[in-house]
């Protein structure tokens, strides 16, 4: 069915990615955005809405707002202000969520993905700060549902996209884009599991060639980049069945199941006109001067884009290097630090991508609780080089740095692998191997090259692996020559 999408419907997505902001406090209020707290412990009179309380606006807030939109070549509204947006349900106590409506904080911008080596731009609408609500928590038991009101208050600001996403893989990197600059930034987790980064999908599809958009399903409660992509193909192909079958795409709120894998029918799609938006009549508008905008601007990072583009400008590593080294900013801190101590770049990419990140993702922990530092991984290339350990030494070398946080120059003392250089024990060694395996070196002599790697392989085992192989591979052939 996919594929009939292709040849015959254009699919049309549109995201709105929440981001919780990492203050200490409350967008409007001094209480606490503290994660995992007992529930209703982080609360008090004005983010609870209670009569007679006035909200206070945290400039940290507008601050790291106005760092997402610089980031995202957006334009910062000199003026903005916020909005009522009024709606009933447990978990919002005012009856209403203070967010932003016809004056947001940041108007456009884009963000740059790449599909099959191809460069797209996905262009932003806007950027616009709010509260979040409570949480209801379902499913305790009988007919009851309970609500968590810590998270009311917590600032988000919110990133609506263009509907220029044609497909769930654009919609994947797009929002890996977001959360990877986000997290440069310092100014989200964006962590998935806690819903500190979440999104809303707004789903289409059109006959191929028609510019109309269609009429679009919105898609909530998904919170994983796998769960994404599974639920944009499960309503892609539900709306083609239902356009291909004579049906009509009815406008909707869907809940994503991931136990059943599918898409379910929530509520009808409200309107902007059914929340009743009006001015906050308790904030004034928030005036961002120049000076202001650029105080933030000098905050701004080395963003992921530009740090690629120079560590494969100054590194010369390779570009898929590059991006996999930059993916988060810890982890290219960590690259750099480790080519400042010695500067052997490609040779400490491989380390890394390799063997460090494959154990720290079987650990399930990021490259900050790395029990192996950079100075390490560069001291054990060094030693590499020097002829001091082999490359198969370093193998054992890194397992044991990374069990125990020793120095490599420490286990190769402690565990004796210090790589033999010493020609005349090499040659007891080969001379031995040759002795015991004379059908294959006859062979050999009599032209199959291919079995050096056997010799080679046999001195090694007998050597524990510490004999220099540019020097095994030079004194078997000059034997067997």
């Known amino acids: 069915m996919l594929d009939k999408t292709k040849d015959k419907y254009e699919v049309v997505i549109g995201l709105e990615v929440h981001a919780q902001l990492l203050t200490k406090s409350k967008i409007f209020c001094g209480c606490s955005t503290k994660f995992g707290a007992s529930p209703n412990t982080q609360t008090c009179p004005v983010c609870l809405g209670l009569p007679g309380v006035?909200?206070?606006?945290?400039?940290?807030?507008?601050?790291?707002?106005?760092?997402?939109?610089?980031?995202?070549?957006?334009?910062?509204?000199?003026?903005?202000?916020?909005?009522?947006?009024?709606?009933?349900y447990p978990d919002l106590p005012k009856g209403y969520q203070i967010s932003q409506y016809e004056q947001p904080l940041v108007i456009g911008g884009h963000v740059d993905i790449?599909?099959?080596?191809?460069?797209?731009?996905?262009?932003?609408?806007?950027?616009?700060?709010?509260?979040?609500?409570?949480?209801?928590?379902?499913?305790?038991?009988?007919?009851?549902?309970?609500?968590?009101?810590?998270?009311?208050?917590?600032?988000?600001?919110?990133?609506?996209?263009?509907?220029?996403?044609?497909?769930?893989?654009?919609?994947?990197?797009y929002l890996k884009k977001l959360r990877e600059i986000v997290r440069y930034l310092e100014i989200c987790d964006g962590n998935m599991d806690e819903g500190s980064f979440r999104c809303d999908a707004n789903?289409?599809?059109?006959?191929?060639?028609?510019?109309?958009?269609?009429?679009?399903?919105?898609?909530?409660?998904?919170?994983?980049?796998?769960?994404?992509?599974k639920a944009l193909e499960y309503e892609i192909e539900r709306q083609v069945e239902v356009v291909e079958g004579g049906g009509r795409i009815i406008q909707e709120t869907r809940l994503w199941d991931s136990d059943k894998g599918i898409t379910v029918s929530m509520r009808s799609k409200e309107e902007a006109h059914d929340y009743r938006y009006f001015p906050e009549?308790?904030?004034?508008?928030?005036?961002?001067?120049?000076?202001?905008?650029?105080?933030?601007?000098?905050?701004?990072?080395?963003?992921?884009?530009?740090?690629?583009?120079?560590?494969?400008?100054?590194?010369?590593?390779?570009?898929?290097?590059?991006?996999?080294?930059?993916?988060?900013?810890?982890?290219?801190?960590?690259?750099?630090?480790?080519?400042?101590?010695?500067?052997?770049?490609?040779?400490?990419?491989?380390?890394?991508?390799?063997?460090?990140?494959?154990?720290?993702?079987?650990?399930?922990?990021?490259?900050?609780?790395?029990?192996?530092?950079?100075?390490?991984?560069?001291?054990?290339?060094?030693?590499?080089?020097?002829?001091?350990?082999?490359?198969?030494?370093?193998?054992?070398?890194?397992?044991?740095?990374?069990?125990?946080?020793?120095?490599?120059?420490?286990i190769v003392k402690e565990k004796g692998l210090v790589q033999i250089t010493d020609e005349s024990a090499i040659e007891g060694i080969v001379d031995k191997v040759i002795a015991e395996n004379p059908i294959q070196a006859e062979a050999f002599r009599g032209g199959k090259d291919k079995l050096i790697g056997f010799f080679v392989g046999q001195v090694m085992k007998l050597s524990g692996g510490k004999a220099n192989p540019a020097a095994v591979n030079e004194i078997i052939k000059r034997k067997l020559s």
């Open 54 to 88: 006035l909200p206070v606006l945290n400039k940290e807030v507008v601050n790291f707002a106005i760092m997402m939109g610089f980031a995202t070549n957006g334009d910062i509204a000199p003026n903005s202000r916020f909005a009522r947006k009024n709606y009933f």
């Open 114 to 173: 790449s599909i099959d080596g191809t460069v797209k731009r996905i262009g932003l609408t806007r950027i616009h700060m709010e509260e979040d609500a409570g949480k209801s928590i379902h499913g305790g038991g009988g007919n009851t549902s309970l609500v968590d009101l810590n998270r009311t208050g917590v600032p988000l600001i919110e990133i609506v996209s263009e509907p220029d996403i044609r497909s769930s893989e654009e919609a994947v990197e």
């Open 203 to 229: 789903v289409s599809i059109r006959p191929v060639g028609e510019t109309t958009l269609g009429t679009k399903a919105e898609v909530k409660n998904m919170n994983s980049f796998k769960f994404i992509q």
């Open 281 to 410: 009549p308790d904030l004034v508008p928030v005036e961002v001067s120049v000076e202001w905008k650029e105080e933030v601007r000098k905050r701004l990072p080395e963003l992921p884009d530009e740090k690629r583009n120079r560590f494969i400008r100054d590194y010369e590593i390779p570009d898929y290097d590059a991006m996999v080294l930059t993916s988060s900013r810890a982890l290219a801190g960590f690259y750099e630090e480790a080519v400042r101590v010695y500067r052997k770049p490609k040779a400490i990419s491989n380390w890394i991508m390799g063997d460090l990140l494959r154990d720290l993702n079987l650990a399930g922990i990021e490259v900050e609780q790395s029990p192996v530092k950079p100075h390490q991984i560069a001291a054990m290339v060094k030693m590499i080089d020097d002829g001091i350990i082999s490359g198969k030494i370093a193998k054992t070398v890194f397992e044991d740095m990374y069990k125990t946080s020793k120095d490599p120059d420490v």
